[in-house]
């Protein structure tokens, strides 16, 4: 068996138990407000708030420590129509025949269908891509 060597993080913070229990209880209800949604309101989003939540998810632990993930923020009228268009259409097939019944059925209740409108109503559409393999 092979030793492997740790470094201790630089800016770990050990809480007391309190404090970790506080903040667990404080990010469980955060998490719990957290719905898929396909409504969204067209209010502007500046661009600085938009980096700064990609920034955050681009830290997220992964093998190796890789973060494989690359982020496109898009906010062009005519790219998210085009984005709009393709994944409809894709939709259309899912819901036109590549989709059980049984899935169907489960889908019935949230009201969906092949149709994306708000694709083009958010201000912000954020795609994230991830490379498996290379440097």
Known sequence: MQNHKSQPLADFIE????????????????SQRRHSIRSFNDRPVPKEIIE???????????????QPWHFVAINSSDVKKQIREAAEKLERSFYEGRAGEEWLDALKPLGTDANKPYLEHA????AV???????
């Open 15 to 30: 809480y007391p138990p309190e404090e970790m229990l506080t903040r667990a209880n404080e990010f469980l209800q955060t």
């Open 52 to 66: 700064t939540c990609i920034k955050a998810a681009g830290t997220a632990p992964s093998g190796a420590n890789h």
């Open 123 to 126: 201000p912000w559409l954020i």
């Open 129 to 135: 891509f991830s490379q498996k393999r290379g440097v």
